[in-house]
């Protein structure tokens, strides 16, 4: 079996299987290469994107966490003013009694 190649010229291809083994064992290689290098880029996308996922997840979650905290500091400093207010009016009651109390006595006395 033979080509001719450009110039016109016979090419016996038995002669240059060898070559052409070369030729096509190079272009295999060639593409697993192309092959491993599409699927390594692939691949460190994936991890960015999963990375960037959990700073996204991480940040939320503290957001989460603050306004929580924020909110339950609140609820008790509501409760804790509430409190107070009930007791500064029954502290007074009792302040006004203990005080006409010490009058009392240092009259008496």
Do not use: P, W
Request: glycine share 2%; with cysteine.
């Amino acid at each position: 079996m033979s080509q001719i190649d450009k110039i016109g010229r016979v090419i016996n291809i038995e002669c240059n299987k060898s070559k052409l083994s070369i030729i096509e064992k190079e272009f295999v290689k060639a593409e697993k290469i192309e092959r491993d290098k599409q699927r390594d880029e692939a691949e460190a996308r994936r991890q960015i994107r999963i990375r960037r996922l959990r700073v996204i997840e991480n940040s939320q979650k503290l957001a989460r966490v603050y306004h929580a905290k924020e909110n339950s500091n609140i609820q008790r400093e509501i409760v804790t003013a509430t409190n107070e207010a009930k007791g500064l009016i029954k502290y007074k009651k009792q302040a006004s009694s203990m005080l006409g109390d010490k009058r009392c006595k240092q009259q008496t006395t």
